[in-house]
Nanobody, 125 residues
Framework: QVQLVESGGGLVQAGDSLRLSCAASGRTISSRAMAWFRQAPGKEREFVAAITWSGHSTNYTDSVKGRFTISRDNAKNTVYLQMNSLKPQDTAVYYC??????????????????WGQGTQVTVSS
């Protein structure tokens, strides 16, 4: 089993930055693709960013390209999401997710086996 705990959310103003962290415990995530998703009130959970198990490849949803950066430190069993130039439409609960061993990153929520409890990000205008 893999346990994931997100942190780093908060209330910020438009244009500010935040860095989210996802700390894993239980089993290592070093051989798993990881992703961040978000869910705004009344909306479905949506893909934000993903990273391969090696960290060599990343992909992003169009609305965050150039503003968000996903990274990982396998030695610390942690994944990060650096969010710059935040906008009110980025307001959501952000979730960290882990795929099966050695699986490539995907954008579908159903492709992920493990989830954190989420961290709230609120961006005021």
């Amino acid at each position: 089993q893999v346990q994931l705990v997100e942190s780093g959310g908060g209330l910020v103003q438009a244009g500010d930055s935040l860095r989210l962290s996802c700390a894993a415990s239980g089993r290592t995530i070093s051989s798993r693709a990881m992703a961040w998703f978000r869910q705004a009130p009344g909306k479905e959970r949506e893909f934000v960013a993903a990273i391969t198990w090696s960290g060599h490849s990343t992909n992003y949803t169009d609305s965050v390209k150039g503003r968000f950066t996903i990274s990982r430190d396998n030695a610390k069993n942690t994944v990060y999401l650096q969010m710059n130039s935040l906008k009110p439409q980025d307001t959501a609960v952000y979730y960290c997710a882990a795929r099966r061993l050695f699986g490539p990153p995907r954008r579908d929520v159903y492709e992920y086996n493990y989830w954190g409890q989420g961290t709230q990000v609120t961006v005021s205008s």
